[in-house]
């Protein structure tokens, strides 16, 4: 047992690299996370919406994204779309993969909030002559956010664990891809995933940190 | 001038106004007394075009409310409408909730929301709030800047439905004054109230409502002093 | 799209990628539900600073990617000549995953249990144990199923990653099929609608689960 000799200086010479790799993977974890929330903030708008052609593909989505891998929503996005003659690079079909999670899982989480939100506020807004798109973009929304700023802080960490998912579909750029790519190279897979996970880590750590701080300066009331 | 003209409504089976006729003319001051659940809220909410009804018509300076072609959002900056919950936005400031509707939907610059928001919220009492989240108000502090954040869009009209039922006994008084300084100004409202001190002091007319019927309506002398309607009778003899 | 080369022994190798879906699953939650609730115990019975390192390596295996936990510990195992195959690694992670997400639910259903609720319990003269047994679990037990089911349902979803580790379960049976007869969305459509066919119904009625009980309180 144990006739292996670690050799963290030699994995440790990689980590200006594998810190690229992190910012990567913070960048995407980022974009998937903002446009899963548009997309989320429209599904969440159409499946209580009357019309069964909001409502169905709305539900659809949620239902899909909620119930079936991340693993295979990228699988979708890499190879599935092939059929259809549409090739998407490994970061696009990653990014795609974790919007599409992203929105299906944030979707629920803001129709909760919504009706947690009384129906007077919205009686509120119309009464002071402001519309009803303008009236839950501007009193509606906000307090959204808020309710839900937890639970979309969690989604967030999702996302980052998420990423990790690209170098099946060949993602060299992002952490995982990174690691990975030295390991091919220098064979040293522990000492290199033993720092991989220790960066995720930190990642989850400042994200939890940066919500926080962004909570506090956001909302006062 | 508004004119409700023999106004139904229903929601589903439930028939709730029955038949409404009313005009109120500029510068008066109709309170509307009554039980909980004759349609009294019901009525308010149709004035503005919150609810639609079913048939007959209200007119406001001559405009159909619930025809197709009225611009129900412009209709709404002429009357304002304070409820009994106080409603305020919770995420904005006192001054944020005031200049909110003028920005947005009189397209003023910030300044000059301010401006307005500022005069409205000393009228009321709150000129120190300015920068304070609503949670951080009283009840009847609340309320009166619901009042200021209607009056802000410059209305014609005010409708107040039991804007002091939601409010402790001692805050109820501060909130009354308002009304009454308004009053004095010459503002045109309708308020629904259960102060009966109130409705016999500040109103030119009181209305009694039963079971969506307006049932008597007359001076307040003649509401409080000799009521002819035996519901109305009734009924103030139970809140006496 | 509805004219494919896939035939029944296809469907069939899929099915079998689904078994194993299924069968690393069912270890995994097992293994995992059973550590989750002494862990989750522990962290709500002891104090926080005899359980901070518990806390800690939990807190680890929550924020650490899947599929990093699996190549450190495939790499770990070999190092180490454990000699386990990639089957048994992924049960193990997996099922230290699970534990550290049970662990979660089981201290929120636990902590939901209102104290004055218990301090009652105790003054009827109960024991701790029976405390916990008689009035406390129940109690929690239905604050804790509907989020256990949605987490059970989490581990079957995340398990298709063990295919990083030449595993064949559902995801890697497809994506050998969509390499050999090249109609990737079709394949990929059955697989989806394989894992959906599992998923959903148990998600629906775990939902209605919290429905009833919460309408009940
Ligand atoms: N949005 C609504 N949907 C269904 N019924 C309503 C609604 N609003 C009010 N009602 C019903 O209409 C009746 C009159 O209500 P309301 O106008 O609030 O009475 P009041 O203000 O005089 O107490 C009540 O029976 C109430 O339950
Ligand atoms: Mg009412």
């Known amino acids: 047992m144990f006739d292996y000799t670690f050799q963290w200086r030699q994995a440790y010479r990689h980590l200006p690299r594998m810190l690229e790799g992190a910012l990567v993977t913070l960048e995407i974890a980022v974009l998937s996370l903002i446009i899963g929330i548009v997309i989320a903030v429209l599904l969440a708008v159409a499946r209580d919406s009357k019309s069964i052609w909001l409502r169905a593909p709305a539900t659809a989505w949620v239902e899909v994204a909620r119930n079936t891998p991340a693993l295979f929503q990228i699988y979708m996005a890499h190879f599935g779309l092939g059929s259809f003659g549409i090739y998407l690079s490994p970061y696009v079909a990653l990014l795609a993969g974790i919007a599409f999670n992203n929105a299906g899982y944030l979707c629920e989480t803001f129709r909760g909030a919504l009706r947690a939100i009384p129906e007077t506020q919205t009686r509120a807004g119309r009464s002071l002559g402001m519309g009803q798109a303008q009236t839950f973009r501007l009193i509606v929304m906000p307090q959204m956010f808020r309710i839900s700023f937890l639970p979309t802080t969690n989604q967030m960490v999702w996302a980052i664990l998420m990423t990790s998912l690209g170098v099946t579909v060949g993602m060299a750029t992002d952490l995982t891809g990174i690691t990975q790519n030295l390991n091919a190279r220098t064979f040293r897979t522990f000492e290199l995933f033993a720092m991989a996970a220790v960066l995720y880590y930190l990642i989850a750590k400042a994200v939890m940190l940066a919500a926080r701080l962004i909570a506090w300066r956001l909302f006062r009331y | ?240 | 799209m509805f004219e494919t080369a896939m035939t029944w022994n296809d469907l069939m190798f899929m099915l079998r990628g689904a078994g194993v879906t299924l069968w690393i699953t069912a270890i995994a939650v097992a293994g995992g539900t059973a550590l989750g609730i002494v862990f989750g115990v522990a962290r709500s019975a002891l104090s926080p600073w005899v359980t901070w390192p518990l806390a800690f390596v939990l807190d680890v295996l929550r924020s650490v990617p899947l599929l990093i936990q699996l190549v450190l510990a495939n790499s770990f195992q070999a190092i180490a000549g454990l000699g386990w195959s990639p089957f048994v690694t992924s049960c193990v992670v997996l099922a230290l995953y699970t534990a550290a997400l049970c662990t979660e639910v089981v201290r929120g259903a636990i902590l939901s249990v209102p104290e004055t609720t218990r301090r009652a319990a105790r003054s009827l003269g109960m024991t701790w144990a029976q405390d916990q047994t008689q009035i406390v679990f129940p109690m929690a037990l239905r604050v804790g199923l509907p989020s256990w089911i949605n987490l059970t349902l989490g581990v079957m979803k995340d398990s298709a990653l063990v295919l990083w580790l030449g595993i064949i379960e559902l995801l890697r049976a497809s994506q050998i099929l969509v390499t050999r007869l090249q109609e990737p969305m079709f394949i990929l459509l059955v697989a989806g609608a394989i894992y959906f066919l599992i998923s959903f119904p148990v998600a629906r009625f775990g939902e209605r689960l919290e429905k009833r009980w919460r309408a009940h309180d």
């Not at chain 2, 259960?194 to 969506?212: I, K, P, Y």
């Open chain 2, 1 to 240: 001038m508004i004119e409700i003209e023999k106004v139904y409504k229903s929601f589903g089976k439930l028939d709730v106004l029955k038949g409404v006729d009313l005009t109120v003319a500029r510068g008066e001051v109709v309170s509307i007394i009554g039980g909980s659940g004759s349609g009294k809220s019901t009525l308010l909410t149709c004035i503005n075009g919150l609810e639609p009804i079913q048939s007959g018509r209200i007119l406001i300076d001559g405009t159909d409310v619930h025809a197709r072609s009225t611009d129900l959002n412009k209709l709404r900056r002429k009357v304002g409408i304070v409820f009994q919950q106080f409603n305020a936005f919770p995420h904005l400031t006192v001054l944020d909730n005031v200049t909110l509707a003028p920005r947005k939907v009189l397209g003023m610059s910030r300044a000059e929301a301010e401006e307005i928001a500022v005069k409205q919220l000393r009228h009321v009492g709150l000129a120190d709030k300015l920068k304070v989240y609503p949670s951080r108000l009283s009840g009847g502090q609340q309320q009166r800047m619901a009042i200021a954040r209607a009056l802000a869009m410059s209305p014609q009209y005010m409708l107040f439905d039991e804007v002091t039922s939601a409010l402790d006994p001692l805050l109820v008084g501060e909130v009354l004054d308002t009304l009454k300084m308004l009053a004095e100004e010459g503002m045109t409202m309708i308020c629904v109230t259960h102060e009966m001190t109130f409705a016999r002091d500040v109103s030119q007319r009181v209305a009694f409502f039963h079971q969506g019927i307006l049932a008597e309506i007359g001076p307040p002398d003649q509401i409080f002093g000799a009521p002819q309607h035996p519901e109305t009778q009734k009924f103030l003899s139970n809140v006496r």
